[in-house]
């Protein structure tokens, strides 16, 4: 089993910025793929950025896309997501999952999910 857990949400304003972390424990292994989903309340959890094992490929929705990085620190079990110029459409639960680098994927491993609030 892999275990996640994710930091970094709060409230915040449009136009904020804030990073969001994952730390991976358990039987992780640094040749997973890493990636973002987040779920509003009433709706359905949808991908929102991914990276691969390497870095080399990373996907984001086009609802987050030019606005959220998501990156990788090589070798090591943590993933990030750095959420720039955020709206009140970002407010939502983010979870951390493994192994999905973009969309049309179903996980394996989630996080309990760290919470983000948008005032306007």
């Known amino acids: 089993q892999v275990q996640l857990v994710e930091s970094g949400g709060g409230l915040v304003k449009a136009g904020d910025s804030l990073r969001l972390s994952c730390t991976a424990s358990?039987?992780?292994?640094?040749?997973?793929?890493m990636g973002w989903f987040r779920q509003a309340p009433g709706k359905e959890r949808k991908f929102v950025a991914g990276?691969?094992?390497?870095?080399?490929?990373?996907n984001y929705a086009d609802s987050v896309k030019d606005r959220f990085i998501i990156s990788r620190e090589k070798d090591k079990n943590m993933v990030y997501l750095q959420m720039n110029n955020v709206n009140p459409d970002d407010a939502a639960r983010y979870y951390c999952?493994?192994?999905?680098?973009?969309?049309?994927?179903?996980?394996?491993?989630w996080g309990p999910g760290t919470l983000i609030t948008v005032s306007s």
């Open positions: 999952e493994i192994p999905c680098f973009a969309s049309g994927c179903l996980p394996t491993y």
């Open positions: 358990g039987r992780f292994n640094s040749r997973y793929n």
């Open positions: 990276i691969s094992a390497n870095g080399a490929n990373i």
